[in-house]
């Protein structure tokens, strides 16, 4: 059976930093792509970011180019993402999903893409 869930989320002002780690059991964790999703109540969930099964090739969204990293250790079966200099409009439940491929891809913020996902943690940034 597979489980993943994120934690990390939280409250913090504007500018300030968190770090969402998200742990995958029940698969070969290094055979999957893994991405990062957010989503506002009463909006489309969006892809935040994407990385390759390797770790080696990363995406971005544009709302997170530049600020936010996205990282995993295949030997813990971790997934993080490192946001800084947050900003109101990253509010959000950030969701963690696990891709049906090794690779991103061009079409990686479909969720089509992703067979598996987390419960969500709240990030909220407070102005």
């Known amino acids: 059976q597979v489980q993943v869930v994120e934690s990390g989320g939280g409250l913090v002002q504007v500018g300030g930093s968190l770090r969402l780690s998200c742990t995958a059991s029940g698969l070969i964790f290094d055979d999957y792509a893994m991405a990062w999703f957010r989503q506002v109540p009463g909006e489309e969930r969006e892809g935040v970011s994407c990385?390759?099964?390797?770790?080696?090739?990363?995406i971005y969204a544009a709302s997170g180019q530049g600020r936010f990293t996205i990282s995993r250790d295949n030997d813990k079966n971790t997934l993080y993402l490192q946001m800084n200099e947050l900003k109101p409009e990253d509010t959000a439940i950030y969701y963690c999903?696990?891709?049906?491929?090794?690779?991103?891809?061009?079409?990686?913020?479909?969720?089509?893409?992703?067979?598996?996902w987390g419960q969500g943690t709240q990030v909220t940034v407070s102005s």
């Open positions: 999903a696990v891709a049906t491929v090794a690779h991103c891809l061009g079409l990686w913020s479909r969720q089509l893409r992703y067979n598996y």
């Open positions: 990385i390759s099964s390797s770790g080696r090739y990363t």
